[in-house]
């Protein structure tokens, strides 16, 4: 299976820019996705194939990378951004997803 | 607005049998594919099995095949989970989601759990 490696943790400052990296263990061309995660909540698409934005979205949600390598930004973040997130892949079944980096807010 | 909402999760003893129901709302349910997503409970997401918009194809992780039975009703715009022979690592919440283009879940429902215990 294709591993998807996150992580763990960040933690900035409302107003910030923060960057979520993702790495695959074999090239998933653009079909990177990043999901967010609250509390008690289902997760929620935000980019889909690496860097479009989903429906209803806010445009401070941006996603970048191709191959390997994938980043996720928020900027600025806001206090309700704190969540899980989660990238996705659907280059190679069975789709996997990333193990998460929990965003904390200062 | 588009709804899914999971129903039938519960205790069950390994070995024995569960299923699951997805109602789906606020879109056309027969133009779209449908999956089930998996989180344990310290664990992350896992992609369980997806069924193609007339229900002809079906796909399905390797750890559950043969056990899990996924299933649609377009007339009742109702999607199916049938788990058979089930083990402890199937405990964990169980989410609907609508599948595009084989690649992403744009839509989630709010998960049910199953616990599978003795």
């Known amino acids: 299976d294709t591993v998807l490696t996150q992580s763990p943790a960040l933690a900035v400052s409302p107003g910030e820019r923060v960057t979520f990296s993702c790495r695959a263990s074999e090239s998933v061309f653009k079909l990177m996705h990043w999901y967010q995660q609250k509390p008690g909540q289902q997760p929620k698409l935000l980019i889909y194939?690496?860097?479009n934005l989903a429906s209803g979205v806010p445009a401070r949600f941006s996603g970048s990378g191709s191959g390997t390598d994938f980043t996720f930004t928020i900027d600025p973040v806001e206090a309700d951004d704190t969540a899980t997130y989660y990238c996705q892949q659907s280059w190679i079944a069975p789709w996997t997803f990333g193990g998460g980096t929990q965003l904390e807010l200062k | 607005e588009v709804q899914l909402v999971e129903s039938g999760g519960g205790l069950v003893q390994p070995g024995r049998s569960l299923k699951l129901s997805c109602a789906a709302s606020?879109?056309?349910?027969?133009?779209?594919?449908m999956a089930w997503v998996r989180q344990g409970p310290t664990k992350g997401l896992e992609w369980v099995a997806s069924i193609s918009t007339g229900g002809d194809n079906t796909y399905y992780r390797d750890s559950v095949r043969g056990r899990f039975t996924i299933s649609r009703d377009n007339d009742k715009s109702t999607q199916y989970l049938q788990m058979d022979s089930l083990r402890s690592e199937d405990t964990a919440t169980y989410y609907c989601a609508r599948w595009r283009f084989h690649d992403y879940f744009d839509y989630w429902g709010q998960g049910v759990m199953v616990t599978v215990s003795s």
């Open positions: 194939k690496a860097s």
């Open positions: 606020g879109f056309t349910f027969s133009a779209y594919d």
